[in-house]
């Protein structure tokens, strides 16, 4: 899943709503999340929704993002794809947020 935010502070309402849909298309519990050591994700809000919710927070080491793999090959794949089909294109940087999108799609 990909959602464009303007500001971090839209995290918790977007991985709230996730997580609503994750749970009932699944027919799954959540248990476990693995972030980065972002303020975004170790806010008490975020902290006490997921304690309520029983999902144990992982936590990735600062600075290293080889401890968290998937995800950065995931961002540089979206990135690549997003930049191609801009330059491919010819369309404007400012379609950036579409393109992500767009490539997020095609993975999925």
């Given at each position: 899943?990909?959602y464009l935010?303007?500001?971090?502070?839209?995290?918790?309402?977007h991985?709230v709503?996730?997580?609503k849909f994750?749970?009932?298309?699944?027919?799954q519990?959540?248990?476990?999340?693995?972030?980065?050591?972002?303020?975004e994700?170790?806010?008490?809000?975020f902290?006490d929704?997921?304690?309520?919710?029983?999902?144990?927070?992982?936590?990735?080491?600062?600075y290293?993002?080889q401890h968290n793999?998937?995800?950065?090959?995931?961002g540089?794949t979206?990135?690549?794809?997003?930049r191609?089909?801009?330059?491919?294109?010819?369309?404007?940087?400012?379609?950036?947020g579409?393109?992500?999108?767009?490539a997020?799609?095609?993975?999925n």
């Amino acid at each position: 899943f990909c959602y464009l935010m303007k500001m971090k502070v839209e995290t918790y309402q977007h991985f709230v709503n996730w997580l609503k849909f994750a749970e009932r298309k699944k027919k799954q519990k959540v248990i476990s999340l693995v972030t980065e050591n972002e303020t975004e994700f170790t806010n008490r809000k975020f902290e006490d929704m997921l304690k309520k919710a029983g999902i144990e927070h992982k936590r990735s080491a600062p600075y290293r993002p080889q401890h968290n793999t998937y995800i950065e090959r995931r961002g540089q794949t979206l990135q690549a794809m997003a930049r191609t089909m801009i330059s491919d294109s010819g369309l404007s940087e400012k379609l950036w947020g579409e393109a992500i999108m767009c490539a997020n799609h095609v993975l999925n």
